[in-house]
């Protein structure tokens, strides 16, 4: 009996000796040795996941986390450590003094593309910076988004507003749904600019709508995580929700759109540079380099414009009193009665750019800078160890009452007499982010943006169906890539 009692003990020893490594790993003790950053209570082998088990707004927890522990604070979701920066402070340290070691990318377990095709082909979520990754940055830099080629696009650009004003035109009166109409508009500009033709047409209504909610989607799977993201020990066995297979889903669905442009080019390809397809043929690129190029071009550029131009039109609708100081700048300044708008001009206009920056502010195209440790480094005194993921709260640094007095009204006025800019150098302003991951698309962003709230403030007057009051309009989000409205935009317009 004894030797059968011996025996049931030192099977439950051996059986729990994992679990009490674990929780001795996770002691005060071993924290206070490592010197991370500080975190909330943690259990034992889940860690932090409970605090975002109810709660589908991350960004709102981690905020409030933040408030109470500091500007630098880590968390344990499973296996994986997390740090997140909440300050200026902390986003100069994670951006600007430890660029380098903090400049890597983690790939979510559930993307459908390897890790070593994000290695060679991707800009944004290669998981380091290598040097396939920085021939393409400059790439897109000098042939893509230089001030060259933003001045060679200007026409394709303002083509597309104009069709934009046209289509609304036969909609007056009618419900229109912003977040498609602008989505249609990015996209045909992208494609003119990718392949010098446009790919929908504003008024098929239906096949943009399902356009759209692919990209949405593929990029809400592609980036959610999963259990494996928390234990790796899952990695390739378990996907209950079936991101992994969705993502993939909508990865082919994507491919779909521009594969016949491509082989149809390759098939007849004479050397024009005329536009980014071109280019890349030119270059000797593969299928795979070319597909993998236009996943970040297209999702990325029309993701930001559509969710901050929607987010643009909403605050516009309930502000009325800004609205109106917008609408008098545009009728005052230089647009003249062909619709033309001159980007010149249009960046002179003040109230227009502090409309903007405060979009950008209150409502940021991410929540999250996403980086990953590759090397192990102090910052505020702490250590951040190697592979752990560091995050920028920008939504947590745009509402902070501290840098913003009335965080969370839409005041336009905050940005005027200010140097205060996005370009990466005000580090309690980043909607696109900084340092070497700053986003490469920044001056497309910039002038499509400012274009298109232009045109639709310019040239319509908004309200919502059956006159409702905007006041009473949903201004709820939805956390995602990008962070979007939790209901879609829906307005009726009027022609002046």
């Not at 070691?101 to 390897?114: G, H, M, V």
């Not at 230089?146 to 035109?169: D, H, I, P, T, W």
């Not at 994507?254 to 594969?259: C, D, H, T, Y």
Request: glycine share 6%; aromatic share 12%.
């Amino acid at each position: 009996m004894m030797n059968l009692l011996s025996i049931n003990l030192f099977s439950l020893f051996i059986f729990l000796f994992p679990l009490l490594i674990y929780i001795i790993k996770n002691s005060t003790f071993l924290k206070k040795t490592q010197n991370l950053p500080p975190s909330p209570f943690q259990w034992p082998i889940i860690g932090n996941i409970p605090n975002f088990i109810i709660s589908k707004k991350p960004h709102i927890i981690v905020t409030k986390i933040s408030q109470n522990l500091g500007p630098l604070i880590s968390l344990k979701l499973g296996n994986q450590l997390i740090v997140l920066g909440s300050s200026p402070e902390s986003a100069i340290e994670i951006l600007k003094n430890h660029d380098k070691q903090l400049s890597a990318r983690y790939a979510p377990k559930a993307t459908p593309i390897k890790e070593s095709d994000l290695k060679r082909y991707s800009l944004l979520w290669s998981t380091e910076c290598n040097s396939h990754w920085k021939s393409i940055r400059v790439l897109w830099k000098t042939e893509f988004f230089s001030s060259k080629a933003m001045e060679s696009y200007a026409e394709k650009r303002g083509k597309g507003v104009v069709e934009m004003v046209n289509f609304l035109n036969f909609k007056q009166g009618k419900v229109v749904k912003i977040g498609d109409l602008v989505f249609g508009n990015v996209f045909n500009v992208l494609g003119e600019i990718c392949f010098s033709r446009n790919m929908v047409k504003l008024e098929d209504e239906r096949v943009i709508g399902e356009m759209k909610g692919n990209i949405w989607r593929f990029m809400e799977n592609g980036t959610t995580p999963i259990l494996a993201d928390f234990f790796p020990i899952f990695d390739g066995v378990v996907d209950i929700q079936g991101k992994k297979k969705k993502a993939k889903k909508c990865l082919d669905n994507l491919f779909k759109i521009w594969e016949g442009i491509i082989k149809e080019r390759r098939e007849s390809y004479v050397e024009k540079n005329g536009d980014f397809l071109d280019l890349m043929l030119a270059n000797g690129f593969s299928d795979d380099q070319i597909n993998y190029m236009l996943l970040e071009i297209f999702p990325a550029g029309t993701g930001t414009l559509t969710s901050t131009i929607e987010w643009a039109m909403a605050e516009l609708v309930r502000n009325k009193e800004v609205m109106k100081k917008l609408n008098s700048e545009l009728q005052n300044g230089s647009i003249n009665s062909n619709t033309t708008i001159q980007e010149s001009t249009i960046f002179q206009l003040p109230y227009l750019n502090a409309c903007i920056k405060e979009v950008l502010r209150l409502h940021p195209p991410i929540a999250f800078l996403p980086h990953y440790a590759s090397e192990t480094c102090q910052v505020m005194n702490y250590t951040i160890p190697k592979s752990c993921l560091v995050f920028v709260n920008l939504w947590a640094i745009g509402h902070d009452p501290k840098l913003w007095d009335d965080p969370f009204s839409f005041k336009p006025e905050r940005f005027l007499n200010t140097n205060i800019d996005y370009k990466g150098q005000d580090f309690e302003f980043l909607p696109f982010g900084a340092g070497r991951r700053m986003c490469p698309g920044l001056p497309f962003a910039a002038k499509q943006m400012h274009l298109i709230l232009a045109y639709l403030v310019y040239h319509f007057e908004w309200s919502l169906p059956n006159n409702g009051d905007p006041l009473m309009l949903d201004m709820n989000e939805k956390y995602a890539v990008p962070l979007q409205r939790q209901m879609p935009l829906l307005l009726v317009p009027t022609s002046k």
